[in-house]
């Protein structure tokens, strides 16, 4: 998905996600729980592109990070999912 396409889903989303009759503290922690929630499913894909044996060039480039830094923060989670596939 390009930046532009991300930035109008976001445009359409945000008031749908985050009622403006929140505070903003309200519509803050009602983000911040979004972003978690998005974190979770983001690591359940990279898990899974693993254990396709999707590279981390590939995924970190899907992710919009650096390699390094892919591997950093999702590299433990994914190697723990594939060794329990492993032990299955």
Partial sequence: MTQTRLDELLRVAAPLLVPVQLTPLERLALL????????????????????HHTTWAFLAKALGMK??????????????????QVRS
């Fill in 32 to 51: 911040v729980q979004l972003r978690d929630e998005l974190d979770q499913h983001i690591t359940r894909e990279v898990v899974d592109a693993r254990r």
């Fill in 67 to 84: 390699l390094t830094t892919a591997q950093k923060r999702y590299g433990s989670a994914a190697a723990v999912a594939i060794a329990r």
